[in-house]
């Protein structure tokens, strides 16, 4: 029964969190639902929705949740109900996001061509974040998978390596850029790059207590020489 249970968790893990990723990444192209909203009214509604998603992703994320529904659900399944119920609020965000009629900006011309060399760099510093961290666990997969295969799920040790040499948390800085880089700005499309980076900043800051507590000096002495997001003081000797 627990194998059962345990597969099933991990498929709506990867469906609703794999799938409402790839709902956000259409948003600049495709709009799901229209609600024939005036502008401002649109711009409030999105920023409802923003918000709903900040409170579900960082309150589920803190050690503080954690240990509260510990007490309900072994902790293997954790990372996956956190990975799903972001999947399924992440969804209605995609889903029921409002575009806005005010173009801002739209770049052309060498301008466009920066931005666009600037996802490329940032998609290829995500890619050797990922690599870095071999471990990466986006959908809270491998806690489960430890449960059904080995006898004990043993926590990773800290490590530096990759671009985390340069800058402590070079997957949100990716994101980041990713964000800024759209070529087309529109009202709607400026609502959520200010309020889903001010979102990762404070989330950043927030998971930065989360990894004192977690290891303790050693990332206490990593904060002293790397930046947070932006790498300003070179790489890292090791």
Known sequence: MDAVLDRGVMILSVLLGGGSLLLLASMGSIQYVRLGL?????????ATLSVAFFIQHSGMVRRGFRDRISAHV????????????????LTMVAVLWQKSGTQLLMLEGLP???????????????VLGIRALGSFDMFGLRPIKAHMHEPANQPLPFAVRGPYLWVRHPLYFAVLVLIWASPVMTADRLLFNVLWTGW????TILEERDLVADFGD???DYQRKVPMLISWRGRMRT
């Open 38 to 46: 005036s502008d401002p009214v649109a711009l409030l509604w999105d």
């Open 74 to 89: 072994p902790s293997r399944y954790h990372g996956a109900i956190y990975s799903i119920a972001s999947g399924v609020v």
């Open 112 to 126: 466009l061509w920066i931005a666009r060399t600037c996802v490329l760099l940032a998609l290829l510093m995500f």
């Open 200 to 203: 990762i900043v404070v989330g």
């Open 218 to 220: 050693a990332y206490r």
